[in-house]
């Protein structure tokens, strides 16, 4: 059970360095939003909104709701934008072409 703890603990360390990385680079050009996977009634709502939006089809929204909503997971528009970048700069790169930000 201690190992879970610390593999757990690993894992939020982790996902803690690249949103402070994320807030270092792009401030207040992105809003962040945390969310325990386990809510998936807020995850669900949120997929929603931007279903609403067109930003995602309902696919998107059903396969980030049930399937990516994982601790660690990070969407940037309704979009899984982690589900295959590895490294912490991969994800910057992604959020920088998607969010058309050059720095």
Do not use: C
Not at 21 to 39: A, K, S
Not at 57 to 70: P, Q, V, Y
């Amino acid at each position: 059970m201690k190992e879970q703890f610390e593999d757990d603990l690993d894992e939020m360390r982790e996902t803690g360095k690249i949103y402070q990385l994320v807030g270092e680079r792009f401030g207040d050009r992105v809003n962040v939003t945390f969310v325990d996977p386990r809510n998936i009634l807020t995850i669900m709502s949120f997929m929603f909104r931007h279903l609403m939006k067109r930003e995602i089809g309902i696919g998107a929204m059903l396969k980030n709701t049930f399937w990516g909503s994982r601790r660690g997971a990070m969407f940037l528009n309704g979009h899984w934008i982690n589900q295959n970048t590895q490294t912490d700069e991969e994800i910057i790169n992604t959020l920088q072409q998607e969010l058309g930000v050059d720095e």
